[in-house]
């Protein structure tokens, strides 16, 4: 037999990248399509010579291509869609049709062939829900579709229902990960992410910008983490057809961050609080406390987050600096 060849779409993005160099070095043949909307060539470009990699610019909506790419590979890992929420605060439409009809596409292409395919979700479809720590089977509560934040967990919810249909009425193997705040070297802070965004205002010596009160929390997990779990959750039968959350439960306050970021990077930044509405959009909504409870994925693969949250910081000071 020969090597397990994998797809990965948005493979030219921060954890697209990622997943690419892990499944390199794991003897596999890697093909990614991106269409550089958000990702960027450079988080490729070491991989460029590689015997085993090759990569597709073009989107996901192109069926043709996407048919092609498929019937090529034995495992899809589906991460192509719009990311961060500022983008996709500017990018609503955009946003809706990649995510949507975009990984309607991969679905009707892998169905031909019973591919394999892992669905990249969120952390952002338990919205407001203050039943904590989230579990993957537990009630949702999404604000209203006026508020422009929650299009994005709505058009993931989609694509998680589509993955599980096409699980049941199709036998598609399918597995979903909801990420919780995946961080690390190569996330650019430019679509709204805090962490490398307060990493290069500390860099800067400007103002480490806290949006609210800063009271807030998140769990921040390392890129390396997520792509073990992710890679293990591939290559095991009992994982498909379930959905499992990915990350770290270690919280912190968006404050808390701030301060350690600011810490561990020397900085003599302020740390300046900013309303909302300012940071946004009038009327928007966010979070408060967001905790994955990592129970079901530990119990199938043995995931269990190695980085702490110290050394993903310094992996993000440093990437930054180079
Ligand atoms: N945030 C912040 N300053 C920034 C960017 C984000 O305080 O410059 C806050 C944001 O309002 C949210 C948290 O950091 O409460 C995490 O934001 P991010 O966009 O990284 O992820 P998500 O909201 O999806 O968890």
Not at 87 to 104: A, D, F, M, P
Not at 154 to 179: F, G, M, N, Q, S
Not at 210 to 238: I, M, N, P, T, W
Not at 259 to 267: F, N, Q
Request: net charge negative; aromatic share 8%; proline share 3%.
């Amino acid at each position: 037999m020969g090597a397990t060849r994998a797809l990965i779409t948005g493979g030219a993005g921060f954890i697209g990248s990622h997943l690419a160099e892990r499944l390199l070095a794991d003897g596999e043949e890697v093909t990614i399509i991106d269409d550089l909307s958000t990702g960027s060539f450079e988080n490729i470009a070491h991989l460029e010579q590689h015997p085993n990699f090759r990569y597709v610019i073009d989107t996901i909506l192109n069926e043709q291509v996407m048919g092609d790419l498929i019937d090529e590979s034995d495992t899809v890992y589906h991460l192509a869609a719009a990311v961060g929420v500022a983008y996709v605060i500017e990018n609503i439409l955009k946003s809706i049709q990649i995510n949507i009809r975009g990984t309607e596409i991969v679905f009707e292409q892998a169905n031909r062939g019973k591919k394999k395919v892992i669905l990249f979700s969120t952390s952002e479809i338990y919205g407001k829900s203050n039943s904590l720590p989230f579990r993957e089977d537990q009630d949702r509560l999404m604000g209203s579709p006026t508020v422009n934040r929650w299009s994005y967990a709505a058009t993931k919810v989609v694509d998680e229902i589509l993955a599980l249909a096409y699980h049941r009425e199709k036998k598609v193997p399918v597995v979903v990960v909801r990420c919780f705040n995946t961080c690390g070297p190569r996330q650019t802070g430019q679509y709204g992410m805090v962490l490398p965004r307060f990493v290069k205002q500390a860099l800067l010596g400007i103002p480490i910008t806290v949006y609210g009160d800063g009271k807030q929390s998140r769990c921040f997990s390392s890129v390396q983490d997520v792509v073990e779990g992710v890679v293990r959750l591939a290559r095991k039968e009992e994982a498909v057809g379930r959905i499992f959350n990915i990350g770290s439960d270690h919280e912190i306050t968006i404050e808390d961050l701030a301060a350690r970021v600011k810490e561990l990077a020397g900085s003599s930044s302020a740390i300046e609080h900013v309303p909302y509405e300012k940071a946004y959009e009038q009327g928007f909504e966010d979070m408060q406390r967001r905790v994955p409870d990592l129970t079901r994925i530990h119990e199938t693969v043995g995931f269990e987050p190695k980085v702490g949250l110290d050394e993903l910081i310094l992996s993000v000071i440093s990437h930054f600096k180079r």
